[in-house]
């Protein structure tokens, strides 16, 4: 109920926190049918909730709904400056940087990537993204870079290696990498 939402979001601003709904768990689990019906009821009670929004811009995502994706991401990052709210509103940076990459703004995702790195740093997805923008670019020796940054930074999975092996003919250095 509205109220006693409001109620526990005032007597502790802790309440607002992203995991405060079974959202995040359906979405974890691909069920985005029930993850968006999570994410719509707190922002019913919560207007603006940022992490709400950025749990329906990356339902849109998985669902190649861009523009909606786009005005999810967009609304998460110009919600009230909170505290409880800067990791959701660090990864709309990086949902943004992806939804640009989709609509090939390369220039824009590189942008927003930056960003999201200088607050982010360590986190590997990013540094896979701007290895593929570079790719696309064939600025072949940054994109390699790039993926070998994602790899060491734990990203999981065999696309950043293969997609180095798949690049290696264009390197000069090409020998490093095997």
Same mark, same amino acid.
């Given at each position: 109920?509205?109220?006693?939402?409001?109620?526990?979001?005032?007597?502790?601003?802790a309440?607002?926190?992203?995991?405060?709904?079974?959202?995040?768990?359906?979405?974890?689990?691909?069920?985005?049918?029930?993850?968006?019906?999570?994410?719509?009821r707190?922002?019913?009670?919560?207007?603006?909730?940022?992490?709400c $929004? @950025?749990g *329906?811009?990356?339902?849109?995502?998985e669902? +190649?709904?861009?523009? #909606? =994706? !786009?005005?999810?991401?967009?609304?998460?990052?110009?919600?009230?400056?909170?505290?409880?709210?800067?990791?959701?509103?660090?990864?709309? $940076? @990086?949902? *943004?940087?992806?939804?640009?990459?989709?609509? +090939?703004?390369?220039? #824009? =995702? !590189?942008?927003?990537?930056?960003?999201?790195?200088?607050?982010?740093?360590?986190?590997?997805?990013?540094?896979?993204?701007?290895?593929?923008?570079?790719?696309?670019?064939?600025?072949?020796?940054?994109?390699?870079?790039?993926? #070998?940054?994602?790899?060491?930074?734990?990203?999981?999975?065999?696309?950043?290696?293969?997609?180095?092996?798949?690049?290696?003919?264009?390197?000069?250095?090409?020998?490093v990498?095997?």
């Amino acid at each position: 109920k509205k109220e006693y939402y409001r109620k526990a979001a005032k007597l502790d601003p802790a309440y607002r926190a992203a995991d405060n709904n079974y959202g995040p768990l359906y979405f974890a689990l691909r069920k985005f049918a029930p993850a968006r019906e999570e994410f719509l009821r707190v922002l019913r009670v919560d207007p603006g909730n940022p992490a709400c $929004l @950025l749990g *329906l811009g990356n339902i849109a995502l998985e669902r +190649k709904d861009l523009s #909606k =994706a !786009k005005r999810c991401f967009a609304s998460a990052l110009n919600s009230g400056n909170n505290k409880l709210f800067n990791k959701a509103k660090n990864q709309s $940076l @990086l949902g *943004l940087a992806e939804v640009e990459f989709s609509l +090939k703004n390369f220039g #824009k =995702a !590189k942008d927003l990537l930056s960003r999201y790195q200088r607050l982010e740093p360590l986190q590997p997805r990013s540094y896979y993204l701007a290895g593929r923008i570079f790719e696309k670019e064939n600025d072949f020796e940054r994109s390699a870079t790039r993926y #070998k940054d994602a790899i060491r930074l734990g990203f999981g999975g065999l696309e950043p290696i293969s997609r180095l092996l798949n690049i290696s003919c264009h390197l000069k250095g090409r020998d490093v990498i095997f």
